[in-house]
């Protein structure tokens, strides 16, 4: 199966890669519109039916879709930023392949298989992550989503070319399970694959920090109010917090204005990405960076204002589910992940599974993230088997 995986990976290999390795592709951006032509092909090629669900997500049918007992497989195909590679395509790629293994082994599933490629899992692009499954489940209101805006001004609505269309019904009522392969974004497995036990709690929040915008060179130091201090002392106050908690804190995003090299700031805006085991952990950790923020503030004759833009809650993935899958495969080794993902969202309305599949660099959101050939071919057996028992 490496070699089969190796022959398709090569055909999007090449969609949205730097200089350096690394990938952009932002949702319903060109490269993402390629790679979702690529997807319309991938099913033509296996006659595979594909429906949309007006929310941007895509859909590639064996068997009738939505048929009662409907199994969801695939991921996203957007990336952060300078990304890598695997974290989204990956699960789309097995997704075909297990589809090809399965007819090869001669299986019919009784109930169909819908491979699926949520838009905007990122968040990259419009801010909020898992765009694409918080519509179809009804998690965001679709105004709110039709007016997120990227960082050049374009809206999620204008980029999609419609309002979204929301909550969808056919999640409940006709979905037996889903399945999500991706690769393990961490140091946390040692074997090919593994299965997932949860999804850390996280969230983002916006941080603005205003000023007085002034010269470099006339204003005494005495008479600032230079918001990029507050900024500089917030970034160390989560950074100690997060430790003391044995929690995550990353402020990986910043925009200055006016962003001059001779001129105080007169706004820094910052984005908090939180995470921890459990949500009171989460939340004190918010908290107490917010407060040390604020006292700053106050010391440096700024103001903060702070806006959660997503909060996602603890996931707790079904535990027969993932019990059942990791006997299936030998005893693959169960594991909770600090990354998002489509599927912890699904899984607030149906029974839901993921597949990690071993990262040796234990790099990710980064060009150094990697997984082998032979491990993405043992990840494309693994949810061949597991849609086989699911379907
Ligand atoms: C998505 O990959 C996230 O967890 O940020
Ligand atoms: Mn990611
Ligand atoms: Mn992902
Ligand atoms: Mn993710």
Redesign the pocket.
Known sequence: MSAAFARLWAEIAPIGREDNGGYLRYALSEPELRLRDWFRDQADRRDMTVTEDGNGNLFAWWGTPWAPGTVLTGSHFDS?PHGGGY?GPLGIVSAFLAVDLLRERGVTPARPIGVAAFVE???GRFGV?CLGSRLMTGAIDPDRAAALRDRDGVTFGEALGARPAGASSLLASRVAAVVELHIE?GRALEVPVGVASAIWP?GRWRMDFTGDGDHAGTTRMIDRHDPMLTFAHTVLAADREARLAGAHATIGRVSVEPNATNAIPSLVRGWL?ARAADTPTMERLVEAVVKQAVERAGQDGTQVSVEPESVSPEVAFDTSLAGRLSALLGGAPILPT????DAGVLSAHVPTAMLFVRNPTGV??APAEHASDEDCGAGVEALATVLAELT
């Open positions: 952060v974290d899992e990122e968040g992550p974004q996280h990405d600090g990354a998002g993902h990710s959101h």
